[in-house]
């Protein structure tokens, strides 16, 4: 335990890794703290106004929450994957939704050209 491996200390995947982590933590401090308290300013406004908070504040607040967990859960090493933009579940799901709005919009315009066919 007291040794220090030379090739574990240059694994690449190690110094990605940091790399990525230094960008998170710079995007959490510089720009989702100070958008956050922007928010809770805006969010504020609209109750204070209407009396109501604004749906669409609520929307971009809880994607907000769910980009820092995700951040901070790979900053502390909870998880190995990558937070939004690198993450390449939110890729497949996209991707998926792609291929069947696709197949959805393939399959409307079959039933049209039969409608067309038959009349």
């Known amino acids: ?15 990605i890794r940091l790399l990525f982590m230094v960008v998170y933590s ?5 720009i989702a703290l100070p958008l956050i308290l922007i928010l809770i300013v805006l969010q504020f406004l609209f109750h ?8 669409q504040i609520k929307n971009i607040t809880n994607w907000l929450i769910d980009f820092l967990k995700e951040s901070f859960e790979y900053l502390t090493y909870k998880t190995e994957q990558k937070p939004f933009p690198f993450d390449q579940d939110d ?5 998926d939704d792609i291929q069947e709005i696709v197949a959805e919009s393939s399959d ?5 050209e039969e409608s067309k066919i038959s009349n």
């Not at 710079?26 to 510089?30: A, M, Q, S, T």
């Not at 890729?91 to 991707?95: D, G, M």
């Open 108 to 112: 409307d315009l079959s039933s049209e």
């Open 91 to 95: 890729l497949v799901e996209s991707n």
């Open 26 to 30: 710079l995007i959490i401090e510089i």
């Open 1 to 15: 335990m007291n040794e220090i491996k030379k090739e574990e200390l240059l694994k690449p995947s190690k110094w």
């Open 48 to 55: 204070l106004i209407s009396g109501s908070p604004n749906n």
